[in-house]
C-alpha cells in the first residue's frame, strides 16, 4: 500500500508541475497533430505527431513527458538515453515523434464500457541548460498493487536544478469507436 501512495503522490506532483517564473518564456511552437495510423499496431486507438519548434533566438533544451491514463509517467522525447534534447534556434525536432495511444493493461475492462474515453497528457519542459527530468518516470499502475514496490524508488522528489524554465502541456482523448 505505501508504494502505491508513494507512485500516486509522484504522479500528482508532475501532474501538477507548473512554471514558477513569471519572466517570459522562450518563444516556442507546441503542437499535437493527428497522424497516420500503424497497420502494424491493431491496438493503437489513435496516433498523435508531436511538433516542437525554437522560435528563441538561443538554443534551448526540451524533454517531452507523458502522463497516461494507467498513472505512468513515461519519457517521450528525446528518448532512453538522453535527459533533454538541444533545440537550435528556428529547428525543430525529428519529425517522427509520433506516439501510439492505445488502452493500458489496467484500463482493458473499463475499455469495454459503452462511452469509454482515456486522456493522456503531454507535457514540455524547456529549459535553458541540461537537466535530467528522468526521477519524474513512473510505470503504469497494475491490478495487483503490490508489485509497485519493487520499481518505485522515488519517495522524494528533487530540488529544482535551474531558474529559467517553464512548462507546458497538451491533452487529447481518445474515444473508443464501437466498430473498431
Known amino acids: 500500500m505505501i508504494g502505491l501512495l508513494k507512485h500516486l503522490h509522484i504522479y500528482q506532483l508532475v501532474l501538477d508541475a507548473s512554471s514558477v517564473d513569471v519572466s517570459q518564456p522562450p518563444p516556442h511552437e507546441f503542437k499535437l497533430v493527428n497522424a497516420t495510423p500503424d497497420p502494424d499496431n491493431p491496438r493503437s486507438l489513435g496516433v498523435r505527431r508531436i511538433k516542437f519548434k525554437n522560435l528563441h533566438t538561443l538554443p534551448v533544451y526540451i524533454t517531452i513527458i507523458n502522463i497516461g491514463p494507467a498513472y505512468g509517467v513515461h519519457e517521450i522525447f528525446p528518448g532512453t538515453y538522453a535527459s533533454t534534447q538541444e533545440v537550435d534556434p528556428g529547428s525543430e525536432i525529428p519529425g517522427d515523434v509520433i506516439v501510439d495511444l492505445v488502452v493500458p493493461d489496467l484500463l482493458q475492462e473499463a475499455s469495454q464500457q459503452p462511452n469509454f474515453e482515456m486522456r493522456d497528457i ?8 541540461q537537466v535530467d527530468f528522468s526521477y519524474y518516470r513512473l510505470p503504469d499502475l497494475e491490478l495487483n498493487y503490490g508489485k509497485l514496490k519493487d520499481g518505485v524508488t522515488r519517495a522524494v522528489p528533487r530540488a529544482r536544478k535551474v531558474r529559467a524554465w517553464t512548462v507546458e502541456e497538451r491533452e487529447t482523448i ?3 469507436n464501437s466498430d473498431h
Open 122 to 129: 503531454f507535457k514540455l519542459f524547456i529549459t535553458t541548460k
Open 174 to 176: 481518445t474515444h473508443l
